[in-house]
């Protein structure tokens, strides 16, 4: 039984496997980090690998105390990738990246792949049918937009996705045209990215005819009900990924 923990830029999710199955799954904030996991480990303790990708500011020394309970592994630039890295500053890549081109790459072999991550950043990462991981692009979420215009203006409101899921249906439309500060605020952020990632779909099928998308992510599943091209979306993508990636080690071993 291994545990995968995703230390991202806003919370920590943690996801239980067995094999392949995903158990259960848990968030919360890093503060937290302590009393969840010991909480956990106490649930779960049959549980002996735990496995962690991180990006946020938790240092290693958070996990000492778990040292005695469980075998800890941390991925980092120069884990067993089953892909080659062709980015000019390989180890400036970040480790959530590195995952989840890891992830595409063993679950949907020889094939082009690319992996949109929506959360507090949108990455978009490209890996070819022959598993050279190419690069791709960061801009910020829908979360980051939102605060930006709130943050960086005098006077506009500060808009959020759960208001929008609140006020409205997840299908409804956002209308192109905002009758409204809120609404052209909606109008801005969400169509703005629903543009922003058809359109860089758009510019890879130039170079990619044949390519699969998978959107990952904690907007995923609000933003692929809105998308016009077959995406396989799955919002556990990374954490999946993690575990994936650590099974593959430890055939390769």
């Known amino acids: 039984m291994l545990l995968a923990?995703?230390?991202?830029?806003?919370r920590i999710k943690v996801a239980v496997f067995e094999g392949?199955?995903?158990l259960e799954q848990f968030y919360f904030n890093s503060s937290d980090l302590q009393n969840e996991l010991h909480f956990i480990l106490n649930k779960?303790?049959?549980a002996t690998e735990l496995v962690v990708?991180?990006?946020g500011n938790i240092p290693k020394e958070a996990f000492i105390e778990f040292e005695s309970l469980i075998n800890i592994h941390?991925?980092?630039s120069d884990f067993p990738f089953p892909f080659t890295n062709t980015y000019s500053t390989p180890n400036t890549l970040?480790?959530?990246r590195m995952v989840l081109?890891?992830?595409?790459?063993l679950k949907y072999p020889n094939q082009n792949r690319l992996v949109i991550d929506a959360g507090t950043c949108i990455t978009y990462d490209f890996i070819d049918d022959n598993d050279n991981y190419l690069g791709g692009a960061i801009s910020p979420g829908i979360r980051l937009r939102f605060e930006s215009l709130h943050n960086y203006t005098a006077k506009l409101p500060l808009q959020t996705?759960?208001?929008i899921k609140d006020q409205d249906s997840e299908l409804q439309k956002i209308p192109l045209i905002g009758n409204s500060t809120f609404e052209a605020i909606n109008s801005g952020v969400i169509n703005g990215v629903i543009n922003e990632i058809e359109g860089f779909i758009s510019q890879y099928e130039v170079e990619y005819p044949k390519f699969i998308i998978i959107l990952t992510g904690g907007d995923a599943e609000f933003l692929a009900k809105r998308l016009k091209n077959t995406i396989f979306a799955n919002s556990n993508f990374l954490l999946e990924s993690l575990n994936q990636t650590f099974q593959h080690k430890i055939k390769n071993d």
């Not at 923990?5 to 806003?10: C, L, R, S």
Request: proline share 0%.
């Open 5 to 10: 923990v995703d230390i991202g830029n806003t």
């Open 101 to 105: 081109a890891s992830g595409a790459v």
């Open 53 to 55: 990708a991180s990006v």
């Open 161 to 163: 996705l759960e208001l």
């Open 94 to 96: 970040g480790i959530d």
């Open 74 to 76: 941390f991925i980092s």
């Open 44 to 46: 779960y303790k049959k």
């Open 20 to 22: 392949s199955t995903l």
